[in-house]
């Protein structure tokens, strides 16, 4: 299969700025991006820079975004995995599909993006269907990560941690969670997502205990709903 193929075309430029992060996982970021930007120095007295990176939690919380943000922060093209393309059922075809993405991303020294990584670093247990192939898989992916270039990077995002296999979870030099938001960044999520809009349009009820993107869809639905109403009486009065 063509590399292209295997990859999603996602332009999207997300700034490191509007993403939403906890004080903690922002101080790990920071600390990435500086890695990056005293590499050369940190060389010199035998030190890597963490290129290998694992976001972990609930969907919707800010994983993508956040792999997004550090590509265009580092100046990096970002290479997204297309996982359906990917997995194939002839044995071997995955792994070379796998390599394939990789070698691309290390030869154009890239941010690679592997989301739901659970999906192709599963445990290699008996459980599995085709043991043999899903060994093979991993075993593939861990010497793909042991070799990938320092002036690349792979950010792999999951939901599902725990059945990851352990020897794959070794190789990630920095791990960082994901929790779902509370009410109180919420609320600054929701006062930047509602900042464009007229103000009456910004009262609208909001809604908590939920993720980042199932802020910004109720938000984006009920403005619309707001926005073509008033629309509709606008016309109506014309008509009349």
């Keep these: 299969m063509n ?29 990435l991006i500086k890695e990056y930007k005293y590499v050369n120095e940190l060389t010199h007295y035998g030190l890597p ?3 290998k990176i694992l976001l972990e939690g609930n969907s919707g919380c800010g994983k993508t975004m956040t792999a997004k943000a550090i590509a265009h922060k580092l100046g990096k093209k ?13 044995i071997g075809e995955t792994s070379q599909n796998i390599k394939q993405v990789f070698d691309k991303a290390a030869k154009e020294q890239s941010v690679l993006f592997l989301d739901e990584f ?36 792979l950010i792999c ?15 990630f030099q920095l791990s960082i969670q994901f929790e779902m938001p509370n009410d109180t960044v919420l609320d600054k999520y929701y006062d930047k997502l509602l900042t464009p809009f007229p103000e009456n349009v910004q009262q609208i009820q909001r809604k908590y205990a939920i993720s980042f993107a199932e802020a910004k869809d109720y938000i984006y639905t009920a403005v619309k709903s ?10 109506n009065s014309i008509a009349v």
């Design 3 to 31: 590399v292209f193929d295997l990859i999603i075309n996602d332009k999207e430029t997300v700034a490191l700025e509007d993403v939403f992060l906890h004080k903690e996982n922002q101080l790990s970021i920071t600390q």
């Design 49 to 51: 820079v963490n290129n």
């Design 78 to 90: 970002i290479l997204v995995l297309n996982l359906s393309n990917v997995i194939c059922s002839r």
């Design 118 to 153: 659970d999906q192709i670093g599963k445990a290699r247990g008996s459980e599995d269907k085709d043991v043999g192939e899903m060994r093979r898989l991993v075993n593939t992916i861990i010497q793909l990560i042991d070799y990938f270039p320092a002036n690349a990077l």
């Design 157 to 171: 995002a999951t939901n599902h941690p725990e059945i990851i296999d352990v020897a794959l979870l070794r190789r």
């Design 226 to 235: 707001i926005l073509i109403e008033e629309w509709e009486q606008k016309e």
